[in-house]
């Protein structure tokens, strides 16, 4: 078969190996303690493969492989290929939600505790994740008892700062008031050290103090202080009652737990530090590759802990089954950590108890996942079948891609395009488009720069080898433009010019009658109202749009806030976004009297006044 290899010609070494399509697009990534070996393995009668295997061989055009050194090296590379080509035929994990994390802020003047989700910034502290928001909430609420460091956000301390008063969390004792010098620097910094000590899972060094100020209050007979440390040392211990008790005092270990069928896994993952559960996630796995326990175990490590957690790593990784070679891993986990990892298999006792507590929710969360996509699964199916009878496109279309134009009176003129793979929206791969070359309102020019932008890259990409590839080095294997006819010639001519009229199929869909039209054909395809088919191509139209026209206004509305505020003498770009981050907004900042401005300590007088100036050019300013 041409897919093969010459003999000889692979590495009888480690390295990760990749399975290229007939566009050059990587479908399938691997990792070999030998390549040559591995490779071979794929290569003798097909009726011995997995059918998901076969198909994955019989799909690809080329192959390709990268030797390193190791076998963690390889481990480590094959991991960077998936996260950044996403290949078909390899599992990928996804979060079934969003995780929220607590946060102190150690970067901030006066650092702040924050129940928050996204992205996180190196210096800061985050404990967590928690399966839900309202148990660290209701966690925090007991903790600012005992530890009042503030929870406003950085524009309500600076409003207090400037007012001389502080907040209602002053008056109940849960904030310190540092907005109003109520607590010195040294205090406040005291304060903080304690909750992250108590947060890291430090509770008794915690308890033992306060027990023994509360001790030392009452022996000099003040009683209301000890009252305090009384109702501060109670509200400690119930949010120690809120963290589950799972080992000792002094093990750090992860316990993780899955339930899998033949398609997909769910992964349930408790961190547990100094012997109790301080966080939790959960992942869904496509199990588009075949894969036995050890297998899946293995990809599941692989995918877990290339990130670090905020809670650190684990010296113990506690799995249902060791997975596929348990040394490697091992290996990989110490070299990450910086000391020894060790994977085990729970039998008996607390952490068989935990693991068993894992399994449950992992099968839990599997059955409401397979409730959740059950029909639509189904749906998506029959969606790409039925677009491909009705366009006749010789197979499904697996990667589609949408074209939108959006503009005001021919001013900032975007384009939009949005992805759908295997009938989902891959945001990752969505792009705007800032047009250049056109003067004026002309969609239809529009989309011809757009369109060639994006096909040019193609061409310049697709033969570059895998690992040199962009964003753009891929094709659509169903190109849609948002319009009628003249759309379609648009995006036909331009696909005719640059020699990809047979490889890329193309259709518009018109939004007045959900039309769509085809090349060569002068009456619009007749798609049946409610099919699957013609909700999809809405769908794809809707989103394309939509992402156009936010971009659009996103455009428009700097373009008005640096109109107002640009040019102004003395006010460069961190005190312009400061001053809006102050007041609010850039309508407040007109609002603003000059008093107000002036107000502000780190803006010079002169300055206030050319802002004043700039924002009511009708009155002339006659000094303070």
């Known amino acids: 078969m041409g897919l093969r290899p010459e003999g000889g010609s692979v590495p009888d070494a480690p390295g990760s190996y990749q399975f290229l399509d007939a566009d050059g697009r990587i479908i399938y990534v691997g990792k070999a303690k030998s390549l040559r070996s591995r490779l071979n393995s794929y290569f003798g009668d097909p009726a011995g493969l997995h059918p998901r295997t076969a198909q994955m061989v019989a799909s690809a055009a080329s192959v390709e492989w990268i030797e390193v050194s190791t076998e963690v090296e390889a481990l480590m590379l094959e991991y960077s290929l998936i996260q950044r080509h996403q290949p078909r035929f390899n599992v990928r994990l996804r979060d079934d939600k969003s995780y929220p994390f607590l946060a102190v802020t150690l970067l901030d003047e006066w650092p702040r505790a924050m129940v928050m989700r996204g992205r996180r910034k190196r210096g800061n502290r985050y404990f967590g994740p928690y399966g839900h928001a309202y148990a660290i909430r209701e966690t925090l609420d007991l903790l600012l008892r005992t530890f009042p460091i503030r929870t406003c956000s950085d524009n309500k301390l600076a409003t207090h700062q400037r007012l001389g008063r502080p907040c209602l969390l002053y008056h109940i004792e849960q904030c310190a008031g540092p907005c109003v010098g109520e607590i010195g620097r040294d205090e406040y910094d005291r304060l903080v050290r304690e909750l992250v000590r108590f947060l890291e899972g430090d509770t008794d060094a915690i308890v033992n103090d306060l027990e023994q100020r509360m001790a030392d209050a ?222 004026g309102n002309d969609d239809y020019a529009a989309m011809d720069e757009v369109l060639r932008r994006r096909l040019r890259n193609y061409l310049a990409e697709r033969d570059l080898p895998a690992s040199e590839q962009g964003r753009f080095a891929y094709p659509p294997q169903l190109l849609v433009v948002d319009g009628g006819k003249g759309q379609l010639g648009v995006a036909t001519a331009v696909l005719d010019e640059l020699g990809l009229r047979e490889q890329i199929p193309v259709c518009a869909l018109a939004k007045q009658f959900e039309e769509v039209f085809v090349p060569g054909r002068s009456e619009a395809l007749r798609i049946p109202r409610q099919s699957e088919a013609l909700y999809l191509l809405q769908r794809v139209r809707d989103e394309s749009h939509r992402f156009a026209v936010s971009y659009h206004r996103r455009l428009r509305s700097k373009a008005m806030k640096r109109g107002v505020l640009d040019g102004i003498t003395g006010l460069g770009d961190k005190r312009r976004a400061r001053l809006v981050r102050e007041f609010g907004s850039v309508g407040a900042v007109k609002s603003a009297s000059l008093d107000d401005l002036r107000a502000l300590s780190w803006l010079p007088d002169a300055v206030a006044e050319a802002v004043y100036a700039a924002v009511h050019p009708a009155e002339v300013l006659t000094g303070s």
């Not at 400690?236 to 750090?252: C, F, H, P, Y």
Request: hydrophobic fraction near 35%; charged fraction near 30%; include cysteine.
């Open 218 to 439: 009452s022996t000099e007979l003040e009683f209301e202080l000890a009252a305090r440390l009384r109702d501060r040392l109670a509200s400690v211990r119930r949010a120690i009652e809120k963290q589950q008790l799972a080992g000792t005092r002094n093990e750090d270990f992860d316990v993780i737990g899955i339930s899998d069928d033949e398609l997909e896994a769910a992964v349930q993952l408790f961190f547990v530090r100094k012997g109790r559960v301080m966080g939790q996630r959960g992942f869904v796995v496509d199990k588009v590759e075949a894969l036995d326990g050890p297998q899946l175990v293995s990809r599941v490590l692989s995918g877990l802990y290339h990130e670090e957690n905020p809670l650190g790593w684990p010296k113990i990784v506690l799995v249902p089954e060791l997975p596929f070679e348990p040394g490697l891993y091992e290996q990989w986990l110490s070299r990450q950590r910086g000391s020894r990892v060790t994977l085990r298999v729970p039998q008996r006792g607390d952490k068989r108890a935990l693991m068993d507590t894992a399994r449950h929710n992992a099968r839990e969360s599997l059955a409401r996942h397979r409730l959740r996509r059950g029909s639509d699964h189904n749906s998506r199916a029959r969606a790409l079948n039925e677009l491909a009878e009705h366009l006749q496109l010789s197979r499904p279309p697996l990667r589609i891609e949408c074209y939108d134009m959006s503009h005001l009176q021919g001013t900032n003129y975007v384009g939009s395009m949005v992805v759908l793979e295997d009938g989902l929206p891959r945001r990752s791969e969505y792009r705007h488009f800032r047009v250049r070359n056109v003067a």
